[in-house]
C-alpha cells in the first residue's frame, strides 16, 4: 500500500539557518504530494502541494519538488525563523478514488534565537 | 468561512463514561475525517465518510468507537465506554471534492480519560 517516510525528529537549527527535511513515498501511479504543518496546539493546515512531476510547490518561502525518479518531496527553506518552529508532516493522496490521503509520522522543527 | 468547527476542545471524563465529539464541516466540503494523535502512534485515520455515507472505518481501533454523519453539516465520533488509553488528541478534517484532494483540519479536542 501507499506510505510515506519522512526523517526522524527533532531537528533543531539556528534562527537563518538553511533547513531540509527528506520525504520519501511509495505508491502507485502519480499521487499528489503535500505537505503539512502543526503549529502547538492547532490542526494541521496545508502548506504546500504538487500534483505532478518536476512541480515545484512554494509558500512563505517553503519549497518542495516533486521528484518521480527518486519519489522523494523533499521540504526546504532557506533561512528558517523561530515562528517555524512547529511539526511538519509530508503526506500524499491516491490519484484515484476517494479523498484519503496517507500522512507521515512527522518532523518536530524547533528554530532558536 | 469559520473552518471545520469542533467542540468540545478539551475533555476530562472518568473511565467507563461515554465521550461524544462532535464536528462541523467546510460548508460545501463532501469529505468528512476523523483523527486521532497520540505520542506514541503519531496521526491515525479513523474513519471518513463521503457525502455522510461513510466509506472506510477500517482504522476504528474497536467496537467501543462510532461514528455517525447524519447530514452535510454534523458529524459525531462516540467512544463508549471510554479507556484511559482513549487519551488522545482527534482531529476533524474535511475537503471540498475529489479533485483537490486537501484536508482543512479542525483545532482538535483533546481529551483525557482518567
Known amino acids: 500500500g501507499d506510505s510515506v517516510t519522512q526523517m526522524e525528529g527533532p531537528v533543531t537549527l539556528s534562527e537563518e539557518a538553511f533547513l531540509t527535511i527528506n520525504c520519501t513515498y511509495t505508491a502507485t501511479g502519480y499521487p499528489s504530494l503535500f505537505w503539512y504543518v502543526q503549529y502547538p496546539g492547532e490542526g494541521l493546515q496545508l502548506l504546500l502541494k504538487a500534483t505532478k512531476a518536476d512541480d515545484k510547490g512554494s509558500n512563505k518561502g517553503f519549497e518542495a519538488t516533486y521528484r518521480k525518479e527518486t519519489t522523494s518531496f523533499h521540504l526546504e527553506k532557506g533561512s528558517v525563523q523561530v515562528s517555524d518552529s512547529a511539526v511538519y508532516f509530508c503526506a500524499l493522496s491516491d490519484p484515484g478514488g476517494y479523498q484519503k490521503v496517507t500522512f507521515g509520522t512527522g518532523t518536530k522543527l524547533q528554530v532558536i534565537p | 468561512d469559520a473552518g471545520v468547527i469542533q467542540s468540545p476542545r478539551h475533555e476530562v471524563t472518568e473511565m467507563g463514561q461515554e465521550v461524544t465529539l462532535r464536528c462541523k464541516p467546510i460548508?460545501?466540503?463532501?469529505?468528512l475525517f476523523w483523527y486521532r494523535q497520540t505520542m506514541m502512534r503519531g496521526l491515525e485515520l479513523l474513519i471518513y465518510f463521503n457525502n455522510n455515507v461513510p466509506i472506510d472505518d477500517s482504522g476504528m481501533p474497536e467496537d467501543r468507537f462510532s461514528a455517525k454523519m447524519p447530514n452535510a453539516s454534523f458529524s459525531t465520533l462516540k467512544i463508549q465506554p471510554s479507556e484511559p488509553r482513549d487519551s488522545a488528541v482527534y482531529f476533524c478534517a474535511s475537503s471540498p471534492d475529489r479533485g483537490s484532494k486537501t484536508q482543512y483540519f479542525g483545532p482538535g479536542t483533546r481529551l483525557l480519560v482518567l
Open positions: 460548508s460545501g466540503h463532501d469529505y
